[in-house]
């Protein structure tokens, strides 16, 4: 007998009861032992006293090289835990019981089976070593049936011995853990041919995925588990082709050898969706219930169907994101072609946006680059991950939060629908203020977890406020002012429950968590201009009066109607809305888009808060009565209104965001001779008309953008540098009909394009503009079905950096790359700075001449920015470390 | 009480949301509309455009520059091949100073328009084309409004008359033409949307279209896209050329008329409404103010044979309460046709008329029989040296017109003068005030000579001969005076004759 593993205590077991001691089960193996067969019984499993001896008995008469026993719950030794499985292709376990299957003798013959559980095992010595025994790296289901199929390659017969009983603790709750799901995987990629790898694996991951999203409904959450699994996999992927070549050595058989004994399908998306027929089965309403008292009842029920609805609806709503990505339009730009790119330029790079600047890029840029790099840098999917998770977190988040209250599910789910797509949140949408619109996906986790009750434990608490931050952290890098609303809210809450300490704790959690948030917003932080980003545009919400009256007939409603707390709960919901409708019309007060949107987030915000109550009243029967159901029922017809708003959203598909109007403005430079990346497009109309921020000129608007299409880099604009008032200067002397070769002075600047915006009925400032550039001698109006009156400049050399042997030099991320030609400079038409290079570099005019020595030319990152952005990053990391560890170890 | 404190408090918050002030309106930008029409020199870089050149086999032509600043300066003679890339030449023009391109030098392949880019400023073009036997000349156009208005074209017998669409623009232009003649509004067909492509001109034969007329006013209307017309008009023996303008309530023609050429005005307005029109002629003698006055019918042109006037030459003002159109035409006695209602009564008898004789058959031909004059006798054209022996002043033959300068000022840049061969050229400059004018003249060019102050009665006008460029190696001149004038330039030979109307500065 030989004892493996376990520490101190194993060792001093084994050398009382005169027993050796070795390490692992490998080394068991592998030790000279004069013996034919190795039984291997688990630590914890109590064998009967003629377990071993059915085993032996029934493996020499059947000359069986592995043979298992039958498992029993030791805390309930009439329960079958296993008697071998059969697997799926995934390498599933499969054991063909029904739930709490008690043992009948109805399995008690010896059969062939596709593997046996690891907790008594009998295998012949020679076999285990010609195949290493176990693998120590997998979990125990997973190690069981690579065993089994390794040893079935090589031609062993493997049984099931049913006379042969132990008893063993229950460990089938580990069949989805990572591990397991890992081990699993590595198990196929060991046996498997090449062949059935090209399919199985894919469908693995597709099965695994699946999976994930169907727990959500079961009220697990396994995504983490499914990336873990892979992560694992793919990391001892280089250990796993070695054990392979040894486990395909020397084989007798193949593949079908193994498929007899798999079942079809899979055994872990049957035993879901099983679980999921259950749930909605229970949830039927009975034949009988008509009356009201029942439909009452009802709308608890179904918070699945509901569920399953809002998940619809968002797949639905943001549709177009999905297949044509997000609108191009207003602030609302397509993320930059590069996530890498992205992320580089907020870490300390070049701000491309204009004429280019040292101005820190907002941190949602660097966010969203990291994002869509570990979205295999695929931009669309990126935007719609964002888009579709900012939805459904917030819905789910909002049902959360409204559950601190009792909001049960369903009214929950309604909320939570008004939250994400009701008229705030399309306001927000329509002012394309993108960075809210992702933020506002995670604000109710903020408050939820901030109002959850505090752990015992201190390692627990700091994990809350930990938690609490590294969420509050997201929202603030996706829309900085955002940071401020959970705060706010609780503090409010809690002054409309002035001696609940539960509401004053949650204040200062989230305050807490707000201010470790803080030093995610670096470098940006530390470098922007808080008064003009404060400032920058107009906070002017026109307050749609349908809508206003509507929520404040549902609020006032609920307010009387409801019981005490969720009347609380609508009150504060409608002190928010009108909050925040006073913020985001804060023009008064010289506050701009940024804070206009924090407004609507915060009208968002109060919406749902007020839905919520208003529908979990009416199911109250017992509480809301007489004629406060009356009222209620008032309240539920308005907020039926507010949620049936929220179906606009489905209209367009784009998440409430208005249609694209630059696409079709700036593509077509994509289908010019040459390449439109080379050079800029001048987008001329009325002040908040063009893309992101524009700059003044005479009374009308102007900025320049890249080619073929903006990007999101480019939304915002920095203070006008040497190479901006060089431009308006510019553009002064073409309005004030100085010059009829306006191409060629705007050539200087890049410029090759110029696209006049409509801005609407009384195209004022089209017709200005147009009536601008038209009496241009060097200006081609160019026709061919543009929307927009567009014109080409003839003049030469209109584009961004230029060689002294007039070479363009195409646009490589924030830089530009293009022929070697030394000795030759090369003008880089970006606002001057010395951090352009390499090589020497001097300042002309407002522009930068390098040396064309390299095919690269770059702005040299600014380390103190770059160490910056690294330490918030490793922040966050570190903010979810505690909040896991804390969580795990309390 | 809870409940009735948030209400309280969601109510106070409400009022104060709904009540926040909204922001200012954006206002309209503070450029674009409808530019003025300004026909003068300014201190920036400014493109002219020529609409009528030709350098060709038989003709030239020249480009005749002027500048007060040091100036560099484009001409371009795009190809009739749209495709084809414009003939181009740069010069340098010391300011202040004046200039004669010859448009052979740069290409010689016929009509052309052509376009003269100024990188400063004030600086002005003018043209003139001339072979033996024709002499026309154009002050080139630097505004380009969206509607132009072309008066005095004949297309009776005898004359035949083209509408040049010049484009030096990229884009392609889109116009709408439409013409009022002596019976009214006069449909042209397949005028309602000519297409002129970018960088290129075209040129429509008026005779062919609507024939057989005596006075015909046409408006050109862009719809897309920038055109600059000229009218070009030929007799026979000699062509003038005239671009569009703008309307105005105030003309003046510093000239009317070269001893040999019987002047004519030529009135017209569009839109609703009539004009009622004073005319004031300036002899050597003195002005006659109200000398005549008409209403202008919006759907008839006016010709008026100033010479029934006054004894010409005379400069002319031309006041109407609403803005109209006006162009002098001039030409042999006979040479245009009378759309005047002319009683029986008030003929007086056969034509005294020099050089080659006109009639066209139709009462115009009675024209001649209106040649009472006002004031007989000789207008002086310089105030020569007494006592010396009156030479026999030449008497020319030929067509010329040109179009009023609309605004009196106090400099004028005159170029090309003396500049074709064989040719007299003269300064007229009218003083329409009630000061006298004092007015510098000085030469532009190689010369050295210094300025030279002339000084003109209030209401009247001063002819200054240009000695030739040949002899002077001056083929400008810089005018200021210490109140506005008006100016013009007339170049007159054996080929024919051509006025200029001079730029000013603005």
Known sequence: ?890 | MRRAAVVIVVGVLGMLAFTQTAPVAVGPPNFGTAPADVAAATGDPSAWYCPWVAAGALRDSAFNLASMVDVGAVITLPSPNPTEDPDSREIQLRGPGARSMDAGAIIRRGASPGVVEFDDGPAVTTSATWSEELLTGDRCVVSVPKVWHLVGGITAEGFSLELQLFNPFAESAKVRVEAITEFGSSPLAGFENIDIPGRSWVTEDLSRVIPFLDNASFTVTSESGIVIPSLVLNNGTDEASWPGTGQSTTWDFPVTSVRGLVPTLVLSKTGSGGATVAIDLFTPDGPILDADGRIVSPLEPVRINLADLAEPPFAVRVRSNVPVSAVIQAGPEGTFPSTDVVLPEDDDGGATDEGEEVTPEDPAGEESTTETTVAEGEASDSEEGAGEEPEEPVSYDGLAAMPGNVDALERWLVPGLGIVPGADTSVWILNPTGEQATVTMSPLGVSSEGPEKVLIPPGTYLEVPIAPLSETGNSGMLLEANIPVSVAVTIAGPQGVAFIGGVGIG
């Open chain 1, 1 to 890: 007998m030989i004892v493996v593993g376990g520490e101190a205590d194993a060792r001093r077991i084994a050398t009382e009861h005169d027993a050796g001691w070795i390490a692992n089960i490998g080394g068991a193996v592998d030790a000279s032992i004069d013996a034919s067969h190795l039984w291997i019984v688990r630590e914890g499993v109590e064998p009967r006293p003629d377990a071993l001896g059915s085993l032996v008995h029934a493996a020499t008469q059947l000359d069986a090289s592995v043979a298992g026993s039958k498992v029993l719950d030791l805390d309930d030794p009439d329960r079958l835990l296993s008697v071998g499985f059969a697997t799926d292709v995934f390498d599933f376990p499969y054991t063909g019981f029904d739930s709490d299957e008690r043992d009948q003798g109805q399995y008690d013959v010896v059969r062939d089976v596709a593997a046996v559980a690891g907790q008594s095992v009998l295998l012949r010595l020679d076999l285990a070593r010609g195949l290493g025994g176990p693998d120590r790296s997998m979990a125990a289901f997973a190690a069981a049936v690579d065993f089994c199929q390794r040893a079935r390659l090589r031609g062993a017969r493997i049984i099931l011995v049913p006379s042969s009983e132990v008893l063993a603790r229950d460990d089938w709750g580990n069949i989805d853990r990572w591990r397991e799901r890992g081990g699993r995987l590595r198990a196929m990629t060991k046996v498997y041919a090449p062949t059935t790898l090209l399919w199985a694996l894919p469908m693995a991951f597709l099965s695994g995925l699946l999976q994930s999203v169907l727990a959500l409904f079961l009220g697990k959450w396994r995504f983490f588990d499914w990336l873990r699994a892979w992560g694992w996999y793919l990391l001892k992927l280089p250990s796993t082709l070695g054990a392979r070549r040894v486990a395909r050595r020397g084989r007798v058989v193949g593949d079908s050898e193994l498929f007899r004994y798999q079942v079809t399908g899979s055994v872990g998306l049957k035993s879901d969706i099983t679980q999921l027929s259950d749930r909605v089965r229970d949830r039927l309403p009975g034949e009988d219930r008509l009356s009201v008292e029942a439909i009452g009842s009802e709308i608890r029920r179904p918070s699945f169907v509901v569920g399953a609805v809002a998940f619809l609806f968002v797949l639905l709503a943001t549709r177009s994101i999905w297949t044509v990505g997000l609108p191009a339009i207003g602030y609302s730009l397509p993320f930059v072609e590069s996530g890498p790119s992205a992320v580089g330029a907020y870490a300390g790079g070049w701000n491309p946006a204009g004429l280019g600047s040292v101005e820190p890029l907002r941190p949602l840029i660097g966010l969203v680059g990291l994002i869509q790099t570990i979205l295999l840098d695929n931009r669309r999917l990126a935007e719609f991950v964002l888009i579709a998770g900012s939805w459904l977190l917030g819905i789910w988040g909002m049902v959360r939060l409204l559950r601190t209250w009792g909001v049960a599910a369903v009214a929950g789910t309604l909320a939570g629908v008004v939250f994400v797509s009701g008229s705030g949140a399309q306001a927000i949408a329509q002012q394309t203020s993108v960075g809210i619109v992702f933020a506002v996906g995670l604000i109710p986790w903020v408050m939820r977890l901030s109002l959850a009750p505090i752990p015992a434990s201190w390692l627990a608490r700091i994990a809350r406020v930990a938690a609490v931050a590294a969420i509050a952290g997201v929202v603030a890098v996706l829309a900085p002012l955002a940071l401020l609303i959970p705060p706010a809210t609780l503090l409010v809450w809690a002054l409309v429950n002035i001696t609940d300490r539960a509401a004053w704790r949650a204040v200062v959690v989230s305050g807490a968590a707000t201010v470790l948030a803080v030093p995610l917003l670096f470098p940006w932080l530390g470098a922007a201009d808080l008064s003009r980003f404060l400032s920058e545009g107009t906070a002017y919400w026109a307050i749609p009066t349908v809508t206003a009256i509507v929520a404040g007939v549902a609020a006032l409603s609920t307010l009387l109607a409801a019981p005490q707390r969720l009347a609380l709960v609508a009150g504060w919901g409608a002190i928010i809305v009108v909050a925040g409708a006073f913020v985001a019309r804060s023009v008064g007060f010289d506050l701009g888009h940024e804070v206009e949107g924090v407004g609507l987030a915060l009208i968002t915000l109060g919406l749902a808060l007020i839905v919520g109550p208003s529908f979990e009243s009416i199911t109250r029967t017992r509480e809301v009565g007489g004629w406060r159901r009356l009222v209620a029922g008032v309240a539920v017809a308005a907020s039926v209104f507010l949620v049936a708003a929220s179906a606009l959203t489905v209209v367009g598909g784009r998440a409430g965001f208005p249609s694209d109007e630059y696409r079709d403005a700036f593509t077509f430079t994509a289908a010019r001779p040459g390449d439109p990346t080379a050079s800029r497009i001048l987008v001329v109309g009325a002040p908040g008309g063009l893309p992101g921020d524009d700059r003044i000129v005479s009374g009308a608007a102007y900025r320049l953008v890249s080619a073929p299409m903006p990007e999101s880099w480019e939304t915002y604009l920095h203070e006008a540098r040497i190479g901006d008032d060089a431009l308006a200067e510019t553009l002064k002397l073409i309005i004030g009909g100085e010059t009829k070769r306006a191409g060629e002075l705007l050539a200087a600047f890049g410029i090759r394009w110029i696209v006049v915006l409509d801005d609407g009925d009384s195209d004022r400032f089209t017709n200005a503009w147009r009536s601008t550039f038209a009496g241009q001698l060097d200006l081609v109006p160019l026709g061919g079905g543009l929307g927009n009156t567009t014109f080409e400049n003839e003049a030469e050399s209109a584009v961004r950096a230029l060689s002294g042997s007039e070479n363009a030099w195409t646009r490589s991320g924030t830089g530009y790359a293009g022929e070697v030609e030394p000795g030759v400079d090369l003008e880089v038409r970006e606002n001057a700075n010395a951090r352009w290079g390499p090589g020497e570099w001097e300042q002309r005019d407002w522009a930068n001449a390098l040396a064309a020595s390299g095919d690269v030319v770059e702005f040299e990152t600014i380390g103190s920015r770059r160490t910056q952005a690294l330490a918030a990053a490793a922040w966050l990391v570190a903010l979810v470390g505690f909040s896991w560890v804390g969580r795990r170890f309390s």
